[in-house]
Nanobody
Framework: QLQLVESGGGSVQAGGSLRLSCAAS????????MGWFRQAPGKGREFVAT????????RYARSVKGRFTISRDNAKDTVDLQMSGLTPDDTAVYYC?????????????????????WGQGTQVTVSS
């Protein structure tokens, strides 16, 4: 079982920065591939970024690449999303998610697999 709690959301002006954090509660947190997703008003949930269990591998959505950075601290059981160059299009509820693919999995979240574990979400609002 993996329990996830996001924090760090808020309101910011375009061009600003925010750092989201996700606190995890689970045995062997480092064995979970983790990621961030978001859902804007009236739209479906979309992938933002993912990181492997060790932190060695990351992958980003094209829309955020170069602006957002995902990282994790397995000693603290946290995964963060540093967001910069924010635009109104980044306004959404941001969700932390995790999935256990097996002890031998060293990759990130898979595009064809919906993560098993989700946080409750944190609102990010970017004004122009």
């Amino acid at each position: 079982q993996l329990q996830l709690v996001e924090s760090g959301g808020g309101s910011v002006q375009a061009g600003g920065s925010l750092r989201l954090s996700c606190a995890a509660s689970a045995r062997s947190f480092g064995s979970y591939a983790m990621g961030w997703f978001r859902q804007a008003p009236g739209k479906g949930r979309e992938f933002v970024a993912t990181i492997s269990g060790s932190g060695a591998n990351t992958r980003y959505a094209r829309s955020v690449k170069g602006r957002f950075t995902i990282s994790r601290d397995n000693a603290k059981d946290t995964v963060d999303l540093q967001m910069s160059g924010l635009t109104p299009d980044d306004t959404a509820v941001y969700y932390c998610a995790g999935h256990f693919f097996g002890a031998n999995w060293s990759g990130t979240l898979r595009e064809d697999v919906s993560p098993d574990y989700w946080g409750q979400g944190t609102q990010v609002t970017v004004s122009s």
